[in-house]
C-alpha cells in the first residue's frame, strides 16, 4: 500500500496512470500536430490564392493591352479614312466646280452658235 495515496499499488492502477499520462501526452500531440497542419493548409492555400490572383492579373493586363493596341490601330485606320473622305470631298468640290465651269462655257457656246445658226 502507498502511504501518500492509502492505496494499494497494483499493475493494474500503474497502468491505469500511465494510461491517464499518456492519453494527456497524446492529446496534447494531437492537438499540437492538428494546429501545425492547420496553419500549414492555411499558408498553402494562401500562396495558392495569391499565385492564382498574379496569374489572374496578368492574363487580365494582356488581355487589355491586347484590347487596347486593337483600338489604337482602329482609331488610325478611322483617322486615316477621314483623311482620305476630306481629300475625296475636295476633288469632288474641285471637279463639280469645274464641271460648272463647263456647262456654262457650253451653254454660252451653244448660244453663240444659234446665234450663228451652226449646230453643235
Do not use: W
Not at 26 to 53: C, G, Q, R, W
Not at 70 to 95: M, P, R
Amino acid at each position: 500500500m502507498c502511504p501518500s495515496l492509502r492505496q494499494e499499488v497494483t499493475l493494474e492502477s500503474i497502468a491505469r496512470l500511465l494510461d491517464v499520462k499518456l492519453d494527456a501526452k497524446l492529446d496534447e500531440k494531437f492537438e499540437s500536430l492538428k494546429k501545425s497542419f492547420y496553419i500549414n493548409v492555411k499558408s498553402l492555400i494562401k500562396t495558392e490564392i495569391v499565385t492564382a490572383i498574379d496569374q489572374v492579373k496578368i492574363e487580365f493586363t494582356e488581355t487589355t493591352d491586347f484590347l487596347h493596341q486593337g483600338q489604337k490601330e482602329l482609331k488610325s485606320n478611322i483617322e486615316s479614312a477621314e483623311i482620305k473622305v476630306k481629300a475625296i470631298q475636295k476633288i469632288n468640290t474641285d471637279l463639280t466646280n469645274k464641271m460648272s465651269v463647263l456647262h456654262l462655257r457650253l451653254e454660252s457656246i451653244e448660244k453663240i452658235s444659234r446665234s450663228h445658226n451652226v449646230e453643235i
